[in-house]
């Protein structure tokens, strides 16, 4: 230690190895894992929206459709209408993430309303000038592939909450997770049969 360049390097490391200790603490525990997790669900999240949401966007054409076949069970369609009104009524940005009833609340609108689309369309499987209609089969493919993507969507939803809850519970990353003020989150609580998309027959 007694040249001046062993002593300046000395001195260097000595004071970098605060900074060294926290940047592998904070590696550690995962500070950046819950960043990762976080941002994995609020994508999933996004893309559950927006399957939704081009549903929702189908619907209208779909009553229009429906309407102009003779003697249509307007039961069956009111339903479908209902549903998709209250679907439209409930707040789906990421708040809803951190809010288990919310996420119930979306859950459970919108499971309603997949009833009442596979309802319509065994309905409609009664009525042969409807299927033969063009813009009925256009718009029944469409939804069709729609609640595929859905049943996808909420698949890798359900897959990045667990991800990010591990984080949240295990040691050390829950410590990064308190840094980063984050908790559990909730998820869907459908049961399988719910997760299976109605089928639609040609």
């Known amino acids: 230690m007694n040249h001046p360049r062993e002593l300046y390097i000395f001195k260097k490391y000595i004071l970098l190895m605060p900074l060294l200790s926290m940047t592998y603490t904070l590696s550690s525990c995962g500070f950046n894992t819950v960043v990762e997790r976080d941002e994995e669900v609020k994508a999933a999240w996004a893309e559950i929206s927006n399957q939704y949401k081009r549903r929702a966007e189908l619907i209208p054409n779909l009553v229009e459709v429906v309407k102009g076949a003779a ?117 869907f609580e459908g049961n399988p049969e719910q997760e299976t998309p109605p089928i639609v027959k040609f």
Do not use: C, H, W
């Open 71 to 187: 003697k249509f069970e307007k039961e069956t369609l009111q339903q479908v209408i209902e549903a998709r009104s209250k679907v439209a009524g409930i707040k789906v940005d990421e708040s809803v993430l951190n809010n288990p009833e919310m996420l119930k609340a979306f859950e459970a609108a919108q499971n309603k309303l997949t009833g009442a689309l596979s309802r319509l369309m065994v309905v409609a499987e009664q009525y042969p000038d409807l299927k033969a209609s063009a813009a009925y089969r256009d718009l029944q493919a469409q939804i069709e592939g729609t609640e595929n993507r859905i049943a996808v969507a909420r698949g890798r939803f359900i897959e990045s909450v667990a991800e990010y809850n591990k984080v949240v519970l295990r040691f050390p990353s829950m410590i990064g997770a308190k840094m980063r003020n984050k908790d559990v989150r909730p998820t």
